[in-house]
């Protein structure tokens, strides 16, 4: 059976989104702090769109 974590593999962790981007925390808070990226809080914890962070490398913005 599926996990909740497998099924949301839709959205990422500040952790994940830097892993998959291969950049550090700091460059996914820049690209926040830019315009370029959207945070989503949940609880206390924040999540990124895959969908928003496969853009962002289709289009040469990192």
Request: proline letters at 0%; a positive charge.
């Amino acid at each position: 059976m599926n996990s909740v974590k497998d099924i949301n593999k839709s959205w990422l962790s500040t952790d994940e989104a830097a892993k998959y981007l291969g950049k550090t925390q700091n460059a996914i808070w820049k690209l926040v702090s830019k315009g370029y990226l959207i945070k989503r809080k949940w609880g206390r914890r924040l999540f990124f769109k895959k969908s928003e962070l496969d853009n962002l490398i289709e289009n040469s913005l990192i």
